[in-house]
């Protein structure tokens, strides 16, 4: 007798008792470890029906607060880009050259040297901008030094890429400084950076001169690069003024992390860069810049009309 097709291909499925394919095992679990992840779990959590108001405490975002809006300038900007009909087209992956110009000047204002748009690579956000150096940085039995506490953000990135993650103290009874000691301790011949936030999250310290510099140095020492997480750049309130990472690049090579998102109030706008602070050419001859292009040539861009310089009014 002649099976059907149809029926043989049922019976075939129904014999199936295992599936070849698997989540990710690095995912599984990755919002456990990430704010935003936390957070969505807290807010399916909370009952519908209850017209409480909810005080967010658990994510800067200050656009959540009314008192809080950016400058009419850039909303401006935003507005006649979209109008312009110029930016609906695709962007080049490392982002528009006059966007990319207008953060190489502004980063440039506070350091020895001038950076150029060759650069700055723009990125969807802080958070790709974490995700290009972590991802250009990976590779087997690397590990990477992250500062306890920190930004989780890091953890879960490092955790994707299969980079082992090390964590050094921030002293609280010497203002949340960095345990250089610690470093020392923990960097090894397969240490590719560390990670330093400022000014901090989530301690709100900022670094004076005297400390970036012996980190630097430290750094510089161990043969390793830093991560310069300054998102929250210039927002710095007591004696204590900002300074960027970036000037000591003479003595280690700087990766810097910036983004619009806290000082113009805007962090759904998903703008953020990578920077390069090399002025001796060591992370080019080392291809780490090679492999933040490689990176960004196969991963989304920001948003065109987000890019325009003119909302870059620094």
Known sequence: MTVPV???TMNKTKARTEWTFRGNGRLL???????RGVLDRVMENLNRDDRRAVVPLGQGDPSSFPCFR??????DAVVDAVRSAEFNCYAPTVGILPARRAIADHLSRDLPYKLSPDDVYLTIGGTQAIEVIVTALARPGANILLPRPGYPCYVARAALCGLEVRYFDLLPNRGWEVDLERVEDLAD???VAMVII????????VFSYQHLKKIAETAGKLGIMVIADEVY?????????FVPMGVFASITPVLTVGSLSKRWIVPGWRLGWVATNDPNGFLKDTGVVESIVGFLNVSPDPTTFVQVYQLLPW
């Open 189 to 191: 011949a397969n240490t």
């Open 6 to 8: 149809q029926n043989r």
């Open 70 to 75: 950016t400058a009419q300038v850039a909303e």
């Open 198 to 205: 400022n000014p901090g999250n989530p301690c709100g310290t």
């Open 29 to 35: 679990g990755a919002s456990a470890i990430t704010v």
């Open 233 to 241: 750049d210039h927002l710095a309130f007591g004696d204590t003024p």
